[in-house]
């Protein structure tokens, strides 16, 4: 069965500073993998999708990274601002269209001003 | 595009009756869409998958007789709890695969917070 970890599960930076959200899963057969944002009480953004083929995608201060053979992802945040304060989780499928996203707990980001 | 939208976005019932959550694929044809319950400080736990026209898969331990779900077209999914309880209170999403399949990725609703008194 397909488990998602995302560690840690809370960080506090300071305005400026990079950071890295790590997302790991147990099952490497995936087709692709999510990553969203979820701000408190509203659904969720998607902000990358990386499909199994790849290796990373970047989208302006955001890049993340997918090796599969490792069961890895990781979110790179550039310069981080107060308004990146967020829930950001990690979700991955294992089968062709029609199966769920298994998600992971999250991590929740605080930026301070 | 690719925009789910869901409704209502929060809703307070009375125990025992029961509330009905609408999600719709705005501008495109969703064969499957998903629903998920988020309790607080908690990940998505996936309730079912609604396929339209066809009954509804549930995930073990989701009770089907109280989590009513109804895909009548490609654009309409409906969640309705019946005969609601405290202990349902909860967030509840749906999500809908906006691509030929799993390799375009997933859009969500913006979610339904529904509290039982």
């Known amino acids: 069965k397909q488990e998602v970890t995302q560690i840690p599960a809370a960080l506090s930076v300071p305005e400026g500073e990079n950071l890295v959200l790590n997302c790991s899963f147990t099952?490497?057969?995936?087709?692709?993998l999510q990553w969203f944002r979820q701000d408190p009480g509203k659904g969720l953004t998607s902000l990358l999708l990386?499909?199994?083929?790849?290796r990373e995608q970047t989208s302006g201060r955001l890049n993340a990274s997918l090796d599969k053979s490792s069961g890895r992802s990781t979110l790179y945040i550039a310069a981080s601002q107060p308004g990146d304060s967020a829930t950001y989780l990690c979700?991955?499928?294992?089968?062709?269209?029609?199966?769920?996203?298994?998600f992971g707990k999250g991590t929740t980001l605080s930026v301070s001003s | 595009g690719a925009v789910v939208s869901q409704h209502p976005s929060r809703v307070i019932c009375k125990s025992g009756t029961s509330v009905k959550i609408e999600c719709r694929s705005l501008?495109?044809?969703?064969?499957?869409m998903f629903w998920y319950r988020q309790f607080p400080k908690q990940s998505l736990m996936l309730m079912a998958t609604?396929?339209?026209?066809?009954?509804?898969?549930?995930e073990q331990g989701v009770e089907k007789d109280k989590f009513l779900i109804n895909h009548a077209s490609l654009t309409l999914s409906t969640l309705t709890v019946t005969s609601a309880h405290p202990e349902d209170s909860s967030f509840y999403i749906c999500s809908a695969s906006y691509g030929t399949g799993s390799y375009d990725g997933y859009t969500f609703g913006s979610g339904t917070r529904l509290t039982v008194v």
């Open positions: 979700a991955v499928i294992t089968s062709l269209a029609g199966t769920a996203l298994i």
């Open positions: 990386i499909q199994s083929s790849q």
């Open positions: 099952d490497s057969a995936i087709y692709n």
């Open positions: 501008d495109f044809q969703a064969t499957t």
């Open positions: 609604s396929n339209e026209g066809s009954k509804a898969t549930y």
